[in-house]
């Protein structure tokens, strides 16, 4: 019975926990209007703010719960966790946006929607060769735990890619498409640094040189992009 009680605290504390990192960062017309400024829509108005909070809202709002509950998972309370969760919450918001829209919806354009109309093929390079180094790294020096975990790392960054390229057209057309650019970028630039700390422990200075080229790839590919692509 003291276990069990034990093991209620815990939940009730943790609960408690996530609820507090939930209301602290949940959203509002402020940061929807700042995150399409950002990412090259100029002077957005209401609607399209009120799509940027939604999108945000998808994320934020299992943040505080995927933090909670994977440490303990992942036996890992580092970067490591915090990498995961964004990138598990990322995934769970891009499953949910392939529901059709209850709201108005715009008519999809002809040209359908392309990888390369969303993410410039430079960062798919920077993915690619992260991703590679580091599997080859860990399939080399028989890694065999940490070479699951980055192969499914890399998965899910491809698939929140993918899904963010065809999830149904809702709102104006250049909202859309940055976030669509916004959820795309991220993904790849997130896969990029969660395989760079997971193939490339620091210990030596080949990897020093290795997480060091990999920070820098996630910073330039999750950098905003001040300009939309022409398909918009």
């Given at each position: 019975?003291?276990?069990?009680d034990n093991l209620f605290w815990v939940a009730a504390v943790m609960g408690l926990v996530g609820l507090a990192i939930l209301i602290v960062l949940w959203p509002g017309e402020k940061h929807g209007k700042r995150l399409l400024t950002r990412w090259g829509v100029a002077d957005p108005d209401a609607g399209e703010v009120a799509l940027a909070v939604r999108y945000?809202?998808?994320?934020?709002?299992?943040?505080?719960?995927?933090?909670?509950?994977?440490?303990?998972?992942?036996?890992?309370?580092?970067?490591?966790?915090?990498?995961?969760?964004?990138?598990?919450?990322?995934?769970?918001?891009?499953?949910?946006?392939?529901?059709?829209?209850?709201?108005?919806?715009?008519?999809?354009?002809?040209?359908?929607?392309?990888?390369?109309?969303?993410?410039?093929?430079?960062?798919?390079?920077?993915?690619?060769?992260?991703?590679?180094?580091?599997?080859?790294?860990?399939?080399?020096?028989?890694?065999?735990?940490?070479?699951?975990?980055?192969?499914?790392?890399?998965?899910?960054?491809?698939?929140?890619?993918?899904?963010?390229?065809?999830?149904?057209?809702?709102?104006?057309?250049?909202?859309?498409?940055?976030?669509?650019?916004?959820?795309?970028?991220?993904?790849?630039?997130?896969?990029?640094?969660?395989?760079?700390?997971?193939?490339?422990?620091?210990?030596?200075?080949?990897?020093?040189?290795?997480?060091?080229?990999?920070?820098?790839?996630?910073?330039?590919?999750?950098?905003?992009?001040?300009?939309?692509?022409?398909?918009?």
């Open positions: 019975m003291l276990q069990l945000l809202k998808r994320r934020r709002l299992w943040y505080p719960w995927l933090f909670l509950a994977i440490p303990p998972l992942l036996d890992n309370g580092g970067m490591g966790s915090i990498l995961a969760t964004l990138l598990l919450g990322a995934l769970i918001a891009e499953l949910l946006a392939q529901r059709p829209s209850r709201g108005p919806r715009r008519e999809a354009e002809l040209a359908p929607r392309t990888l390369l109309g969303v993410v410039p093929a430079w960062i798919l390079v920077l993915g690619g060769l992260a991703a590679a180094g580091s599997l080859l790294h860990l399939g080399l020096t028989a890694q065999w735990k940490l070479l699951a975990v980055a192969a499914g790392t890399v998965l899910v960054s491809a698939a929140i890619t993918l899904l963010a390229v065809r999830r149904p057209p809702v709102g104006a057309p250049r909202a859309d498409l940055a976030l669509r650019c916004r959820s795309a970028r991220v993904a790849v630039g997130l896969g990029i640094g969660a395989c760079t700390s997971v193939g490339w422990p620091v210990g030596d200075f080949v990897s020093f040189l290795a997480v060091v080229a990999g920070l820098a790839a996630f910073l330039a590919v999750t950098a905003p992009a001040k300009r939309l692509p022409a398909a918009a």
